[in-house]
């Protein structure tokens, strides 16, 4: 249940009602913050852990995630949670065979089209989207992160947090949360 909107005191004594903002809806859907001051204030974004003595080859891509190496940090990826919010309002769409929406979607479709909202075009089918962007080990896993499942990636989803995963599951399953435990993971991107 979302907070009632209060009423505060202004300085000059007036009330002023709050209320909610959509980012903080999304917020609280993913279960996430992200805290943007990871990195010290005066950091150019393009050099990110590189150079200096410091032994870091870690960068900052166009992916907009930390990296060392192969193995990323846990911090959500702004387009992901983009992304997932994107997603979060087809719920209760129902599934279909190659759907692209609006009015039904596939697994594959439903990422593709939640992370364009993000300005990140990714390919049309999870095989393919298994294949692009940055891997994410599993204990790094954050809400945004997409997950393909099953050997070959035949499934897709986009991580919520908790323990579910935003997905066009399959026929008869409207589009929504699933509990990451009852999918075999392939593996995890992050954009």
Partial sequence: MLPRAETTPTKDGCMKKSTLR????????TGSVLLLSAAP??????????GGSSGSSGSL??????????AA??????????AL???STQTGKPYQWGGVGPNSWDCSG?????????????PRTSQQQANVGQPVPRWAL?????????PGATHVGIYAGFGMVFNAYGVGVPTGLTPLADLPINNIRRF
């Fill in 22 to 29: 959509t980012g903080t809806v999304a917020a609280l859907l």
């Fill in 41 to 50: 204030a005066s950091a150019d974004p393009g050099s990110l852990g590189s």
């Fill in 61 to 70: 891509g166009s992916a907009g995630s930390i990296s060392s190496g192969s």
């Fill in 73 to 82: 940090l846990p911090i959500p990826s702004p387009a992901g949670l983009i």
């Fill in 85 to 87: 919010a994107a997603a």
């Fill in 110 to 122: 439903l990422v593709q089209w939640a992370f364009r909202q993000a300005g990140v075009n990714l």
């Fill in 142 to 150: 954050a809400p945004g992160d997409v997950i393909t499942f099953y």
